[in-house]
Structure formats: structure tokens, C-alpha cells
């Protein structure tokens, strides 16, 4: 049982439990290129989680192979090299989300051991 009942300040208030964990998001745009030309890109954040966890996770978005490139390895070796950060950053899973219709995408991930999990909901602010 709580000692007292939340107020509105106690609710709203973070607790960090560990407080020395940093809080900042690293960012990288990783690309693919061929013949000098860039053919695709994965953008990788770096999250850090000093509240919950006190640990950092992944998680990957805009995953992206040109037309003319697709087909070629490069949107895997793309994944591979967003893994091998992950792994560099000591993160503890990786996050990538996809639409369903994204199939190549959806074979791409499950190919590499991914998994779906659970289901994403999204609000637009405007
Ligand atoms: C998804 C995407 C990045 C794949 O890039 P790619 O360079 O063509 O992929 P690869 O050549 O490395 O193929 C890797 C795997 O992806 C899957 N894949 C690729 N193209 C596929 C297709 N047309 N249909 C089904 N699976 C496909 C296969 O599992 C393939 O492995 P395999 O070659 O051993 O069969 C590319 O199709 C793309 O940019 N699509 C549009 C943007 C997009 O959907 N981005 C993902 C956002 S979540």
C-alpha cells in the first residue's frame, strides 16, 4: 500500500535511477555506396535509458536502397554495419520498424534473426 496517495507534482516527478548513465542520443547515418555513388542509408540512434534500464538500445529507421541498387546485398550489409555499432555501443537490442507493407523489408529483418514485437501505435501531432 503508498504511504500517502500521489499528488499531480509526485506523479509527474523522474526518478533517475542512475544518475551518472547519460542521457544524450547518438545519432548516425550510415551509407552504401557504389562506384563513389551513395545507393542507400540506415539512420542508427543510440538511446540511452537512464531512468528504466540504465542501459542503451537501438533503433533504426529509414532504412533506404535506390531502385538501380536493390537486389545487389547492399540493404543487408547495411543492417549488418547498423548491428555491428549497436553491438560497439554496448546496446542491448535493436528496434526497427516497419510497415507491413514493407515486405522486403519485413523478409530482410526476419532473415537477420529479427522478430516481431508487439505492435507500434502512432499519434501525428500537428
Ligand atoms: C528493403 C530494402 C532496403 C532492401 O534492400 P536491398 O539492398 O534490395 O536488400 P538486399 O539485396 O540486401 O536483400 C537482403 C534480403 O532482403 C529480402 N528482400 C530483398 N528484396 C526483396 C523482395 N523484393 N521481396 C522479398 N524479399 C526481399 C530478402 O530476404 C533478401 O535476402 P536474399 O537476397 O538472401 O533473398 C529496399 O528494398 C528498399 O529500400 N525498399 C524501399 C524502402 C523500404 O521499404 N525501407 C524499409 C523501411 S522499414
Not at 500517502?4 to 533517475?16: G, Y
Request: hydrophobic share 35%; proline share 4%.
Amino acid at each position: 500500500m503508498l504511504e500517502r496517495a500521489p499528488t499531480k507534482e509526485t506523479t509527474m516527478a523522474t526518478t533517475i535511477l542512475y544518475p551518472d548513465y547519460p542521457t544524450f542520443t547518438h545519432s548516425y547515418r550510415l551509407v552504401a555506396m557504389e562506384d563513389a555513388t551513395e545507393v542507400g542509408h540506415v539512420y542508427v540512434y543510440i538511446i540511452g535509458d537512464p531512468v528504466k534500464h540504465g542501459k542503451w538500445y537501438a533503433l533504426i529507421d529509414d532504412l533506404f536502397v535506390s531502385e538501380a541498387g536493390r537486389g545487389k546485398g547492399y540493404g543487408r550489409t547495411l543492417m549488418e554495419a547498423a548491428g555491428t555499432l549497436a553491438r560497439k555501443q554496448k546496446c542491448y537490442k535493436i528496434v526497427a520498424n516497419s510497415h507491413r507493407k514493407r515486405k522486403a523489408a519485413r523478409a530482410l529483418y526476419q532473415s537477420m534473426g529479427y522478430v516481431p514485437h508487439g505492435r507500434e501505435f502512432r499519434l501525428d501531432l500537428k
